[in-house]
């Protein structure tokens, strides 16, 4: 039962979402029951993740309190992502006296792209959060060794590809001989007996090897020889090996860029590193847009807040999922590097509230096509990140949580905590106004209804805010009335949260705030409590109003109970 300050909380919100400018009227109709079509989402669908050679400025509270609290509302461990470009690049210094030392360049030290060195108290970092687990990166050399002639060094294969490299015929192994191949097993080793077996989730074999100056066969056949000397020195046996992640393949396949033509997820599949039943997952990145100089409302309405323009990519994705499950239906796809703006856009465009409706919608959109996990990923200095963990990024220069983080919890609580509940895209016939359905895994009824209203606006907005009057037809129900809780910025999709914009900046989800400078990313309700509103369902059917920029989740079911208030 609520409190009377929720109570208090409840009648005002209310109160000021009659008072919004209705500009347009949306239809939205869910069956009581899961309809074919709606597909599992596993519980532990949102993630983290952390760049390589950044996982240390992630080693605070800060960073701990945050990542418990989205993971508190999980129902299985959230999974963090350590990789990326940096993750191929790194190298061990067991003298080293800091956690890493960048020694080359691009960027240096603050670029994905610049080399590492770590040294040993980088891997107390993976002690941290110790109710989430990980996956880590296997760095693959991206360059093809030479000869001292200059010539390609080649490297015998003990075992053709797709066979089982831990059969007992290859009880003497002969490994590729590559100068990286040691350092890779050291970094495996160090983080794997940091973490501990249980919270080992995947290991990656590489990262984004579309950019590495050899080609799929060449990448396949070191993945394969790299998974050998992994399952070897780790002792791992049975259903244990089943742990590779495969592919990792970057956004540019996506885009369509001429070369990619010819190295997709489908070529890492077909070339044997899915069919030998060691794959976990296979893996592709996504970022929504790419760098550029125009930061304009106009820009980030066509290109970010709009569902056509994230519906358009996902051809290239539906046929890798195909191509996988065609191959080994154990497999799950995963998106593991993601994020809405990549490049050297600003943090109001690319941190910002604009950047937590596509998060909602993005990742809603990727639940119902089959994707199994999204990992967002983050740096310090990336201004894309959910969070800044430390001083050490130029562009903001101390911790801070940013616009785009109340997308998080948002995608957790719909998700819930019950694994493999199903969810199902709701047809609106605007790109501007989205809804999905999600239902209970154990009874297949209605649990939720997530809407998501994606046109824009910013107090530089010509006209006054808008809002969308939605009605809701759910079919015969018995419940009179249910909860709505909603995710929101005064300042729309300018929105950049208090630790960057101060209190005009808010940005709230179900009326709570995450902040470095109030509550060190505990969370705190702005108002005092949690805020949840009524919506009267009279014979199945039910009318709100949901703000431009706004996205708001309505409670029908949780477990055995019918949600009534």
């Known amino acids: ?184 097993l050291e970094y495996v080793k160090l983080a794997y007996e940091a973490l501990g077996p249980k919270r080992v989730a995947g290991i990656a074999l590489g990262n984004e090897p579309d950019y590495y100056n050899y080609g799929p066969e060449e990448y396949t056949r070191r993945a394969l020889a790299l998974q050998k000397r992994i399952i070897d020195e780790l002792h791992l046996e049975g259903d244990d090996r089943r742990i590779f992640e495969i592919g990792d393949i970057p956004n540019s396949v996506i885009v369509k860029r001429n070369r990619d033509q010819h190295f997709t997820l489908t070529d890492v599949v077909e070339g044997g590193l899915a069919k030998n039943g060691y794959a976990k997952f296979a893996a592709q990145h996504f970022y929504q847009v790419g760098a550029g100089n125009d930061y304009s409302g106009e820009l980030m309405q066509q290109t970010l807040m709009n569902h056509t323009a994230i519906t358009e990519r996902f051809p290239p994705l539906n046929k890798s999922i195909a191509d996988i499950k065609k191959t080994d239906p154990k497999i799950d796809f995963v998106l593991s590097e993601t994020a809405g703006v990549m490049g050297g856009r600003p943090i109001k465009y690319a941190g910002g509230f604009g950047s937590a409706m596509w998060a909602v919608d993005f990742h809603l959109t990727a639940m119902a096509a089959g994707v199994k996990r999204v990992s967002n990923t983050m740096r310090p200095e990336a201004a894309h990140a959910f969070w800044v963990s430390d001083s050490s990024a130029p562009k903001t220069r101390r911790p801070m949580v940013q616009g785009v983080f109340p997308s998080a919890p948002f995608i957790a609580d719909f998700v819930g905590k019950d694994d493999q509940g199903k969810v199902i895209e709701l047809p609106t016939g605007h790109e501007l ?133």
């Open 1 to 184: 039962m609520r409190t009377s300050v929720a109570a208090s909380l409840l009648l005002s919100a209310l109160t000021n979402a009659r008072e919004l400018n209705v500009t347009s009227f949306r239809s939205v109709s869910a069956q009581p029951i899961a309809p074919a079509g709606s597909v599992k989402v596993p519980a532990d669908f949102f993630s983290f993740g952390f760049e390589t050679a950044f996982l240390h400025h992630f080693n605070n509270n800060f960073s701990d309190n945050i990542v418990a609290s989205v993971g508190a509302r999980m129902g299985k461990p959230l999974i963090i992502r350590i990789g990326g470009t940096s993750g191929d690049l790194v190298s061990i210094d067991p003298h080293l006296s800091n956690a890493t030392k960048c020694v080359k360049g691009p960027g240096c030290p603050i670029d994905s792209r610049a080399t590492f060195e770590l040294g040993p108290s980088y891997f107390e970092t993976f002690k941290l959060f110790p109710n989430a687990t990980m996956t880590i990166q296997a760095p693959i050399s991206p360059y093809q060794e030479k000869n001292k002639d200059g010539s390609k060094r080649e490297a015998k294969m003990d075992a053709p590809h797709g066979a089982d490299m831990t059969n007992d015929k290859h009880k003497k192994p002969e490994y590729a001989p590559e100068d990286w191949m040691d350092q890779s």
């Open 433 to 565: 106004f989205t809804a999905y359905a999600k239902y209970d895994v154990h009874t297949g009824k209605l649990a939720r209804i997530a809407l998501i209203n994606l046109k824009r606006w910013d107090p530089t907005s010509p006209e006054k805010r808008g809002a969308a009057s939605v009605t809701l037809d759910v079919g015969d129900r018995n419940a009179e009335n249910v909860r709505m809780e909603r995710m929101e910025s005064g300042q729309g999709s300018a929105g950049l949260g208090l630790d960057y914009g101060g209190p005009t900046h808010n940005v709230t989800w179900a009326g709570e705030q995450w902040s470095h400078k109030v509550d060190k990313g505990k969370g705190h309700y702005v108002l005092g409590g949690r805020v949840q509103e009524i919506v009267h369902v009279n014979h199945g059917k039910a009318e709100v109003l949901i703000p431009d920029t706004e996205a708001a989740i309505i409670y029908f079911y949780d477990g055995d109970v019918t949600i009534q208030l």
